[in-house]
């Protein structure tokens, strides 16, 4: 099977897919652009310092490893979300809440 080679991906030493001469990972990318609907050009104005070439490079390399970086997305999103409930009851309700529930201010 031949090996395909993107011509501004390259893989930090984790692995993790980076546009090559940056320190932006893919997949920063990648989520602005499923996330906001943005285009290469658009992300372009996001990120002047990537060239179109090299956000093509990394939209080409989402879309054949698609099914494999969604579960990273899925994965990354799921840890966010068990630590803000871990923080949510570690630091309780915060102050104004509580003394807003107790003048009758929220439910």
């Not at 579960?71 to 409930?85: F, P």
């Amino acid at each position: 099977m031949a090996t395909v080679e993107y011509a501004h991906v390259s893989f930090d030493p984790d692995g993790v897919p980076i546009i090559s001469g940056t320190r932006t990972k893919v997949v920063e990318v990648v989520v602005e652009h499923l996330a906001y609907g943005l285009e290469a050009t658009e992300l372009h104005e996001e990120h002047p310092y990537l060239s179109l070439g090299q956000i093509h490079s990394a939209l080409g390399y989402y879309y054949d490893h698609k099914a494999e970086m969604d579960a990273d997305i899925q994965r990354t999103l799921a840890k966010v979300d068990e630590i803000k409930a871990d923080l949510d009851r570690i630091q309780g309700e915060p102050p104004l809440i509580k003394k807003l529930r107790a003048m009758g201010k929220l439910p």
